[in-house]
């Protein structure tokens, strides 16, 4: 028994460096954050997690990573949704998959879409979901009647690829 055990650490352990090497690095947290960042806007908390993700068996599929964050500003909610719709058609944030890659059928790209849903409520909600091969971008940004600040809630969804080309 304590040879088995000794014999797939070893195993384990001689494979890790392997798969690190080879792995795609992922960016910190607030460098993350920091791309989507409104001008002047502060970070109310911020965390990443590992996002599980699992096939209908519930076995792992590809690492994966969850991130996410609250950004404030005092800036009205149709400025602060008019500068993330004017920096997205510039192509001028911070998307993985942005660039030259190429996803599974060696199409590269993004969607980029829209949605606001205030019409006749008190608080006004703009959504902005942007979708690459690998990752899947959240801004949901919000503002009540008489709130003297815009709310900025920004989240990503990650895989990396463990055998880069």
């Known amino acids: ?3 088995t ?7 384990i352990i001689a494979l890790l460096p392997t798969a690190v090497r080879s792995a795609e690095k992922p960016k910190s947290l ?26 209908h068996k519930g076995d792992r599929t590809v690492p994966s990573s ?7 500003t005092t800036d009205p909610i ?19 998959g942005n660039e030259q890659s190429q996803d599974l059928d060696g199409v590269s790209g993004r969607s980029v879409m829209f949605h606001s849903e205030s019409k006749d409520r008190p608080v006004k909600i703009h959504i902005i979901s942007i979708n690459t091969a ?5 801004l949901v ?7 003297p600040e815009t709310h900025i809630a920004w989240s990503q969804y990650e895989t990396y690829d463990l055998n880069p080309p």
Do not use: C
């Not at 690998?134 to 959240?138: D, F, G, K, N, P």
């Open 66 to 72: 969850y991130s996410k964050t609250v950004l404030t």
């Open 134 to 138: 690998h990752t899947s971008t959240t």
């Open 30 to 55: 607030l460098a993350n954050i920091s791309g989507w960042q409104y001008p002047d806007s502060k970070i109310h908390g911020a965390s990443i997690r590992d996002a599980a993700t699992v096939n």
């Open 5 to 11: 055990s000794v014999f797939f650490s070893t195993v």
């Open 78 to 96: 149709d400025k602060v949704f008019n500068y993330y719709k004017s920096k997205l058609a510039q192509n001028e944030m911070p998307i993985p």
């Open 1 to 3: 028994m304590l040879r």
């Open 141 to 147: 940004i919000s503002q009540a009647e008489g709130e």
